[in-house]
Structure formats: structure tokens, C-alpha cells
């Protein structure tokens, strides 16, 4: 598969699993990349429109060869000499699941490493 293909297939999937799960969750006290408040300030954030949204780095780690359509994720079957491994990350902001009404105010806690 193209290298291209793989990273936007992954990163559609991904961003689909998130909204599909917000979803089958609504009506639970779970919530799926809640809002991060200004007290969290190690958290990775985009400000848009004055929202804060968590932003996430999805990880890549992946064996790539050279292919007649241009880079190609290797696949087991790869001539072990002609593969490079890529490392790259990118960053995704998801759709921020609100608190429901009904739920009471919460503050999420965040101690820095090597505390508690």
C-alpha cells in the first residue's frame, strides 16, 4: 500500500473510531476527549474560536520501500535491503465531547511526574 494511503486511510479511521464512540457513549458518564480547562498545562491544546481542544499526536513507526507508485508501507515479504524505517508523528485535534447538563462540575487533576 502506498505510504500516503496508509497514513490517510489510519488517520480517517481513527478520527471516525473517536466520533463513532462520542456517540455510542452520549447517554454514559464516559466522556471521549473532554475539554481541556486553563488549568492543564501540560496537556497539548488547540485554541480555536477561543476553545481549548486537546490535541493528540498519533505516532507512526512504519517500514516503508521504494515502490513504482512511490514509497510503499513494506510488507513481510519486503527484500530485507532495499526498506528504510519512518518514524513521524501528527497531530489531530478531535471533536470535543461537552459535558451533559446533568452532570456535576468536575476539575481533572494533574500532578506533575514524580508527585504522588
Same mark, same amino acid.
Not at 502506498?2 to 464516559?30: C, H, M, N, P, Y
Not at 508501507?73 to 519512518?86: E, N
Given at each position: 500500500?502506498?505510504?500516503?494511503?496508509?497514513?490517510?486511510?489510519?488517520?480517517?479511521?481513527?478520527?471516525?473510531? !473517536?466520533?463513532? @464512540?462520542? +456517540?455510542?457513549?452520549? +447517554?454514559?458518564? !464516559?466522556?471521549?476527549?473532554?475539554?481541556?480547562?486553563? +488549568?492543564?498545562?501540560? @496537556?497539548?491544546?488547540?485554541?480555536?474560536?477561543?476553545?481549548?481542544?486537546?490535541?493528540?499526536?498519533?505516532?507512526?513507526?512504519?517500514? !516503508?520501500?521504494?515502490?513504482?507508485?512511490?514509497?510503499?508501507?513494506?510488507?513481510?515479504? @519486503?527484500?530485507?535491503?532495499?526498506?528504510?524505517?519512518?518514524?513521524?508523528?501528527?497531530?489531530?485535534?478531535?471533536?470535543?465531547?461537552?459535558?451533559?447538563?446533568?452532570?456535576?462540575?468536575?476539575?481533572? @487533576? !494533574?500532578?506533575?511526574?514524580?508527585?504522588?
Amino acid at each position: 500500500m502506498a505510504l500516503k494511503e496508509f497514513v490517510r486511510d489510519t488517520l480517517i479511521q481513527v478520527a471516525q473510531g !473517536v466520533e463513532v @464512540a462520542q +456517540e455510542a457513549l452520549a +447517554e454514559s458518564s !464516559v466522556l471521549i476527549n473532554p475539554p481541556v480547562g486553563a +488549568e492543564v498545562a501540560t @496537556a497539548q491544546t488547540l485554541v480555536q474560536a477561543g476553545q481549548r481542544n486537546p490535541t493528540h499526536m498519533i505516532e507512526f513507526d512504519l517500514v !516503508v520501500t521504494p515502490g513504482d507508485d512511490g514509497v510503499m508501507v513494506a510488507g513481510a515479504a @519486503a527484500d530485507p535491503g532495499q526498506v528504510s524505517r519512518l518514524r513521524f508523528s501528527v497531530g489531530v485535534s478531535f471533536p470535543v465531547q461537552e459535558r451533559r447538563p446533568s452532570e456535576p462540575d468536575f476539575e481533572l @487533576a !494533574v500532578e506533575p511526574p514524580g508527585v504522588g
